[in-house]
């Protein structure tokens, strides 16, 4: 059964009515992460959000904004431009997803480099509980520190805990100019000198990405790309500088701007996962950059893998395309490796979902985590199973 | 307490770190806020996270509250023992365990103060960016417990966006690690929501920061004004126009007669002062500040000052940050607020609390983070005055009634504490507060944790909150308040 609530006290009670009758719910926003999470049965009850797409609020003077769970992050800062102001995320699918999504998978992009997670920029939620309770946390100024922070707590839950109705950001000015350098050094170890030339620098970039597909790794050609954006001016001295950074040991550097620099950003955010494969998510160090390309080429040396990166978080994508049970194998070996950690599936075939741990270890976070999810959904029927807890 | 669990806590830590006499205990009755105090039952110093785990697990065993405590210096009597408490009192651990340059962390103990990390990560050109006032002496356990902000949280976010990883021991004794060395940890955001739980939820016992690189510029400026609103008028036109300075501080006229008065920052006699700090790559900072200044002169600055020294920046900072300890130059007494405002609203809220100056004849003096709209209204009194007291912490509640009409919160950066618990029914429904002592009894079934912080309590809210007192080695000169 599908339900689309048009108000926040109707995702309350709807939740109140499936728990009583003890029906399980899946929550739904623009199905651009359907295929993410554990292999799960279908939910009794789907509880869409499409109708709650309102912006509540932007005070344009506050630089934040009030949102519902179901709005569309595209649509969303179309709405706030009129401001010259954006909600800067860039996750996948980032013009479809709805913010409740974003938020209940804390999902990102590249410009993370700069402005961190969804967890980082979200100020205040609001939460339907499976006992048909509305209840806030946070609040809708920028600084705040007035009981728990619930918003930080739902990124990441995948709906596990309770369904996000609104949320309030904190927004950025929408810059003035960009461009991007594209370095693309001879091998992993030079690829690994500059992002330790550049994290030492004090160049200020909004996106610091890797690339590198197992290929390329042997035939020695991955990228850095580095975006600045502020004034042109400050932009131009920028790209300046970074160019005689990375260019340094012969490495070629290239630099986009105007249509050409969209194009290279939106490419590089759809290339994984518009492709066949497998997606993983795994962390490193980001000084070890160099043993993590030569650990991804070993996972899988006849096969094509492919990776994207955020270079100073150190936390990438690998888009494994291969049969499953060989996809099981990579991620079996990165799990074994000790360069990469936090080794997620995201994006897969039932048939590997069914042969590998999608989330891996939860370390000794275990009981505490079921110990929360029970606090929030003591019948466990709210999203049960396909996220990580 | 028994004497058989006493017993057990010196077996436990060696009797040299467990304290129970009367005089030893005087100490740990209150943190900052002076006149909120409770006597614990004892004190216990323990140097390693095994310690902790063992103090807490016997306390879980036999039902006995706990109290973690840092360096004692928050403003919300979050660290105020309850009668028959253990205070855990971290100042043992203080060690930095590793500084990782090329990863751009340091791994610390709890009682390492905020300023110890920058210091540690300073030769490499590294900082550690939340900065609280009390730098100099407040720990970076109490900085997690409470999301510690500071002047340069504008730009740069408060202590949730700066730490990576916690060691932590849970009140049944469990020890976690939440966030981690790699990011993107699986699973609901557990890092976020115990940094400012107000050591409710565990007892931290090491922390893992993200440093940053220092800026390659800063610059700062001075401007001062004939009104508060000319002041805030600035703040509105260059966070609409698109800039976010590092910090936008504001004092106004009884704030800077008692800095100068205290410190001599050199401030300019005037109704407002503004301090603007942007940092940076030198090109945005030079274009910027351009931006800046020509805004202060068209909202009529009366004069603009640009720092022309790392030692004129400091000195100009010295002023700000001295100025909760400063108004002891011109009141025997005062009253420290911290409510939060929409930035849009200040002028409005700064005009109700000048009409309630007017109303109660109590001075305030206002010292704010301008740019997120964090007041410090400081209400002065003489407690020599009967009545006078009761009066400030009046004109004090009556001031975050305000910020709460105006859309804010009752708290930026001192925490709820004992203080403010029971003034959160007026920023949150019954059923917010259920929510949040649903998550608070996930993680201590028992209510053992730093009890009767953050939500009110019928016993506690009985009774009436009271005015800051000064503590008698203030009053004697020998130590300022941050």
């Known amino acids: 059964m599908l339900i689309e609530p048009e108000t926040a006290e109707a995702v309350a009670a709807a939740l109140k009515q499936a728990s009583d009758a003890r029906q399980s719910v899946a929550i739904r926003g623009a199905s651009t992460k359907r295929d993410w999470g554990r292999n799960t049965a279908e939910a009794d009850v789907t509880l869409g959000t499409r109708r709650l797409h309102r912006v509540l609020a932007h005070p344009h003077g506050d630089l934040t904004t009030t949102v519902e769970a179901g709005a569309p992050l595209g649509d969303v800062n179309r709405a706030l431009a009129g401001h010259g102001q954006w909600l800067p995320l860039d996750p996948p699918f980032g013009d479809r997803a709805t913010i409740g999504g974003i938020l209940a998978t804390n999902d990102s992009g590249p410009l993370r480099h700069r402005y961190g997670t969804p967890r980082d920029q979200v100020i205040g939620v609001r939460l339907a509980t499976t006992d048909g309770t509305l209840a806030k946390a946070g609040g809708q100024v920028v600084k705040n520190v007035a009981g728990y922070d619930l918003s930080k707590l739902v990124c990441g839950s995948f709906g596990a805990l309770a369904v996000i109705v609104s949320a309030t950001f904190k927004l950025a000015p929408v810059w003035k100019a960009s461009k991007t350098i594209v370095a693309t050094p001879a091998g992993a170890e030079v690829l690994g000198r500059l992002v330790g030339a550049m994290m030492g620098s004090q160049l200020e970039p909004v996106a610091f990405e890797v690339r590198a597909d197992a290929a390329d790794y042997e035939t020695r050609t991955m990228a850095l790309l580095v975006r600045f954006a502020s004034l042109p001016s400050v932009v131009d001295a920028q790209i300046d500088h970074a160019r005689a950074l990375l260019g340094a040991s012969d490495t070629p550097v290239q630099v986009h701007e105007d249509d050409g620099e969209r194009a290279l950003w939106f490419q590089h955010g759809e290339r994984l996962w518009t492709a066949s494969g497998a997606i993983v998510r795994a962390s490193w160090l980001p000084a070890r950059i160099a043993d993590v390309l030569a650990e991804i080429a070993r996972a899988h040396p006849h096969g094509r893998l492919e990776m994207i990166g955020r270079a100073a978080v150190g936390t990438g994508l690998i888009r494994i395309d291969a049969d499953p049970s060989t996809q099981a194998a990579v991620i079996e070996r990165l799990r074994r490796s000790t360069t990469v950690g936090n080794v997620v599936l995201m994006r897969g075939p039932a048939e590997l979902k069914s042969l590998v741990d999608v989330w891996g270890p939860s370390g000794d976070r275990q009981a505490l985590l079921e110990s929360v999810k029970r606090a929030f959904d003591p019948h466990g029927m709210l999203n049960a199973g396909r996220g990580p807890l | ?482």
């Not at chain 2, 050199?266 to 945005?284: C, H, K, N, Q, S």
């Not at chain 2, 912080?453 to 020998?478: D, I, N, S």
């Open chain 2, 1 to 482: 307490m028994t004497s058989a669990f006493l017993g057990e806590l010196r077996r436990i830590l060696g009797a040299a770190a467990v304290l129970q006499e009367p005089l030893d205990l005087l100490t740990y009755e209150c943190d900052g806020l002076l006149h909120l105090r409770g006597t614990p039952a004892a004190v216990v110093l323990p140097g390693s996270t095994a310690e902790v785990q063992a103090v807490v697990r016997l306390c879980a065993r036999n039902g006995v509250p706990f109290v973690p405590r840092g360096h004692g210096t928050g403003l919300s009597g979050g660290a105020v023992p309850v009668s028959g408490s253990v205070v855990i009192a971290l100042s043992r651990f203080n060690r930095v365990l590793d500084v990782d340059i090329p990863n751009q962390r340091a791994t610390v103990q709890p009682g390492v103060t905020n300023l110890e990390i920058t210091r540690a990560v300073a030769p490499f050109g590294y900082y550690y960016a939340p900065d609280p006032s009390s730098q100099q002496v407040c720990s970076i356990g109490g900085n997690v417990a409470e999301n510690s902000g500071g002047a340069h949280c504008l730009k740069y976010g408060f202590t949730v966006h700066h730490v990576l990883e916690v060691e932590a021991v849970l009140p049944d004794g469990t020890i976690v690690h939440l966030g981690g060395p790699l990011a993107d940890t699986p699973g609901p955001d557990l890092l976020g929501l115990v940094v400012c739980s107000e050591g409710t939820l565990a007892v931290v016992t090491s922390v893992t920061v993200r440093i940053l690189r220092r800026p390659e510029t800063v610059q700062t400026l001075l401007a001062a004004f004939d009104t508060i609103d000319a002041g805030g008028a600035v703040v509105s036109d260059l966070i609409g126009g698109g800039i976010i300075p590092a910090a936008v501080e504001m004092m106004d006229a009884l704030a800077i007669r008692a800095v100068e008065a205290a410190v001599h920052p050199g401030f300019p006699p005037a109704d407002t002062v503004l301090i603007v700090e942007l940092d940076g790559p030198a090109t945005e900072v030079r274009a910027l500040f351009e931006i800046v200044e020509e805004t202060c002169r068209a909202r009529g600055a009366t004069t603009v000052e640009v720092a022309q020294s790392d030692e004129r920046r400091a000195r100009i900072w010295r002023g700000r940050k001295a100025a909760f300890a400063a108004m002891g130059r011109v009141s025997p007494n005062y009253y420290v607020q911290d409510g939060v405002v929409p930035r849009t609203r200040l002028p409005e809220v700064l005009n109700r609390i000048r009409l309630l100056e007017a109303r109660s004849g109590l001075r305030i003096g206002n010292v704010f983070h301008a740019g997120d709209g964090n007041l410090h209204p400081l209400i002065c009194y003489d407690e020599r005055v009967a009545g006078q007291a009761d009066k400030a912490a009046e004109v004090a509640a009556e001031i975050l009634s305000y910020c709460l009409d105006a859309g804010g919160s009752l708290t930026g950066e001192h925490g709820i504490g004992i203080d403010k618990a029971c003034s959160m029914p007026k920023m949150f429904t019954d059923d917010d507060l259920a929510l949040m002592q649903r998550v608070r009894a996930a993680f201590d079934p028992q209510g053992l944790c730093n009890p009767d912080k953050v939500f009110p309590t019928p016993r506690l809210c009985g009774e009436v909150p009271g005015p800051y007192r000064r503590h008698p080695v203030e009053q004697a000169g020998l130590a300022e308040r941050f």
